[in-house]
């Protein structure tokens, strides 16, 4: 009993409950690890500068090659809805032919019994004319044409809102991952600080006769095996931020530090969720208006059953210059010259084109009850992806509550172990266990919080709730 005393009166004596990383001048073996944090960079390494989850989305709605591909996508099919493209308009063209003709002449007749002969008899034509025709009826296919248009333009905006959407939400789950692996760097950081502190205190109790010398080689492994397990999740972080950049449309190789941290909403409603996917969903709304496309198609082709009526119209000028006519028996040139309008209508009425028609209008129809089997299939898929992204928002939230009380509690006992071990009332193994508790429950809580911040993503994304516009 009295040993017992002494020892814990030399080892509080020599360290203070206060101290965190207590100097031992008489010891400095080679092989042992120092006070300073083992992750400290050297100090010609300049900061890497701070990103906002603001700015990563920012940058990344600007610079993502999706989104942008989609908008160029945007760009055509809006510059494609025009009434012209429909076939609303009249087309007029500007004609101009020039041609010149040689050519050996021979003319003989019955009053004439030699004939006329003459080599390299030149002729030469000119035309011009500026010709238009406008279809004014052709059973109102024009006008389905243009709003088939119209509704292929929403489609794909609706598609860019959707890939809009997806992105950010890609990028905000990967900023987000930077933040968690970041944040396990800084647990196996204070593990290592709790596993040098036991290195100094069984060094101590080592040097004082009291503790065997099995015992610093086994923290010193344990010490090793942390900072194993620091370099892997270094190598993690750095996964993130490319991975992240890449998402940015950055340089793969750009340091950053995040300056956000994960804070999980608890307010969302599971009713309002559903209802807003229902109303917002940009896949959703993409599948309902291809129906109408559908049911476009399948108006157009009954269009082209009906007659097709046009006007024609123009303005020409014609010359002629022919060398090769013979006036008795000299070779004459004649001339001639026209100058004028036309017009006139253009009917067409389709009789038989072997059913293709009927054949048109039967995949039509086919198209139309697919595109209606799209959109249930794309609700059932959204309805699924909600349930299941609701579930695990409402478990992680649980689970976080848990595992905030938790964290506390393995503090507060890494805390007590750590003292009692240096009053000698502790096994290392004791001390140990405590420790890698408490990294356990520092690396879940992180875990947890992500998972539970990833539900709530995929429950905005849904719902349409990260982008208010396309």
């Known amino acids: 009993m009295l040993r017992s005393l002494l020892v814990a009166l030399l080892v509080v004596a020599a360290f203070p409950v206060r101290a965190q990383q207590p100097a031992l001048p008489a010891r400095q073996p080679a092989a042992q690890p120092q006070a300073k944090p083992q992750t400290e960079k050297p100090e010609t390494v300049a900061p890497a500068p701070r990103l906002t989850l603001a700015e990563a989305l920012r940058i990344g709605l600007e610079n993502n090659y999706d989104i942008q591909l989609s908008r160029q996508d945007a760009r055509i099919v809006e510059n494609n809805v025009t009434r012209g493209n429909a076939g609303q308009l009249p087309v007029v063209n500007g004609n101009l032919t020039r041609s010149f003709t040689l050519n050996n002449v021979r003319q003989e007749s019955a009053s004439r019994p030699n004939p006329s002969t003459a080599s390299g008899a030149q002729s030469n034509r000119l035309n011009a004319n500026v010709a238009a025709t406008w279809t004014i009826f052709d059973g109102f296919g024009m006008f389905v044409a243009y709003d088939r248009l119209r509704a292929v333009a929403q489609s794909q905006q609706q598609l860019t809102r959707a890939t809009a959407e997806e992105t950010v939400a890609s990028i905000t789950e990967a900023y987000f991952t930077v933040v968690r692996e970041a944040g396990k760097i800084q647990s196996f950081e204070e593990a290592l600080r709790i596993g040098q502190q036991r290195i100094d205190l069984t060094q101590a109790r080592a040097d004082v006769g009291v503790g065997a010398k099995v015992e610093v080689l086994t923290a010193r492994v344990d010490y090793n095996a942390d900072r194993s397990a620091l370099i892997q999740q270094q190598e993690a972080l750095k996964t993130a931020k490319v991975n992240l950049n890449n998402l940015l449309g950055r340089a793969p190789a750009l340091d950053f530090l995040p300056a956000d941290s994960i804070v999980v909403s608890r307010e969302l409603s599971r009713e309002t969720v559903l209802a807003a996917i229902r109303e917002n969903n940009p896949r959703l709304q993409q599948a309902k208006i291809n129906t109408q496309v559908a049911a476009y198609d399948r108006k157009l082709v009954r269009?082209?059953?009906?007659?097709?009526?046009?006007?024609?119209?123009?303005?020409?000028?014609?010359?002629?210059?022919?060398?090769?006519?013979?006036?008795?028996?000299?070779?004459?040139?004649?001339?001639?010259?026209?100058?004028?309008?036309?017009?006139?209508?253009?009917?067409?009425?389709?009789?038989?084109?072997?059913?293709?028609?009927?054949r048109l209008a039967q995949n039509a129809r086919i198209a139309e009850d697919q595109s209606r089997l799209q959109v249930a299939q794309t609700q059932l898929q959204l309805d699924a992806e909600a349930e299941q992204a609701w579930a695990q928002y409402q478990n992680r939230l649980q689970l976080l509550q848990l595992e905030e009380e938790n964290i506390q509690l393995a503090r507060q006992n890494v805390a007590i172990a750590l003292e009692r071990y240096r009053l000698g009332l502790l096994t290392p193994l004791a001390l140990r266990e405590a420790q890698r508790s408490q990294l356990d429950a520092e690396n879940r809580l992180l875990d947890i919080r992500f998972q539970a911040k990833q539900a709530e993503i995929t429950l905005r994304r849904l719902s349409s709730g990260l982008v208010q516009e396309p």
Not at 322 to 340: M, S
Not at 345 to 357: E, K, L, Q, T, W
């Open 303 to 358: 269009a082209s059953r009906f007659p097709q009526v046009g006007l024609t119209g123009g303005y020409g000028f014609n010359r002629n210059v022919n060398g090769e006519a013979f006036f008795g028996t000299e070779l004459t040139t004649n001339t001639g010259r026209q100058l004028g309008f036309n017009y006139g209508v253009v009917a067409s009425v389709p009789i038989f084109d072997g059913f293709n028609r009927n």
